[in-house]
């Protein structure tokens, strides 16, 4: 069965430096997504990107952040300059079609982010 | 700026038994709604969904309820079973925009 997978598993970095969560969405899924959950708290989306854009950010995504398909298999996030604050878990779902005209958003297993 | 709320963080249920999952919005907006279940170490996973055109949506053992007047929409579980033992979120959209995710209600179903 096609899955999402995201690595690494665990990235752990000091504060300031830059880091890529890297994903393989399912290979015939056109709209791919970032989400994060701090410790404790809610699943917040981040982006979502399609056709080799964001078509949707929400206002945790500042200028920080930015992603990529650099080679029609991978999507990437990169945080330019972490902060203790994004230490969180980082997950990527794709879809075949925009949500909600498609039901299922599939995830991946998650990143864990710990900014020290 | 919590536009979907579970106010319950965990529940604990016996086998056979139903477990109820709420949930409340305060976006009258939001037309789609749906239930994720997570397990610990991976990611969330689709379990139903239910649009605002409806007031319920049934999957097997698991019902969805939509009191739009309220807010409110419900997760119901029926018979419970151990493997039913997870995290459950429940997210909202407006229009097939961003959705907005719970906190989570942890369900332990008791053998």
């Known amino acids: 069965e096609p899955e999402v997978t995201q690595t690494p598993s665990h990235q752990v970095t000091q504060m300031g430096q830059e880091v890529i969560l890297r994903c393989v969405p399912i290979?015939?899924?056109?709209?791919f997504y970032w989400y994060r959950q701090i410790l404790g708290q809610k699943v917040e989306f981040l982006v979502s990107?399609?056709?080799?854009?964001?078509?949707?950010k929400s206002e945790i995504f500042d200028d920080q952040f930015s992603v990529e398909r650099p080679d029609g298999s991978n999507f990437t996030l990169k945080i330019r300059s972490t902060k203790l604050e994004d230490s969180a878990m980082y997950f990527c779902?794709?879809?075949?079609?925009?949500?909600?005209?498609?039901?299922?958003?599939?995830f991946g297993p998650g990143t864990r982010l710990t900014v020290l | 700026d919590q536009q979907v709320k579970q106010n319950s963080p965990s529940l604990s249920v016996q086998e056979g038994r139903i477990s109820i999952l709420n949930c409340d919005y305060t976006?009258?907006?939001?037309?789609?709604f749906l239930w994720y279940k997570k397990y610990p170490a991976e990611g969330p996973t689709f379990l139903i969904s239910?649009?605002?055109?409806?007031d319920k949506n049934e999957d097997g053992r698991f019902t969805v309820f939509l009191n739009k007047s309220a807010k409110h929409l419900s997760l119901h579980i029926v018979p419970s079973q151990p493997g039913d033992s997870a995290v459950y979120f429940c997210?909202?959209?407006?229009?097939?925009?961003?959705?907005?995710f719970g906190t989570g209600t942890s369900l332990t179903v008791i053998p």
């Open positions: 239910i649009s605002s055109i409806k």
């Open positions: 976006n009258s907006m939001f037309d789609y």
């Open positions: 779902a794709s879809s075949p079609l925009r949500l909600p005209y498609y039901n299922e958003q599939f």
């Open positions: 997210a909202a959209s407006a229009q097939g925009n961003q959705f907005y």
């Open positions: 990107f399609y056709n080799n854009e964001i078509s949707e």
């Open positions: 290979s015939n899924h056109l709209y």
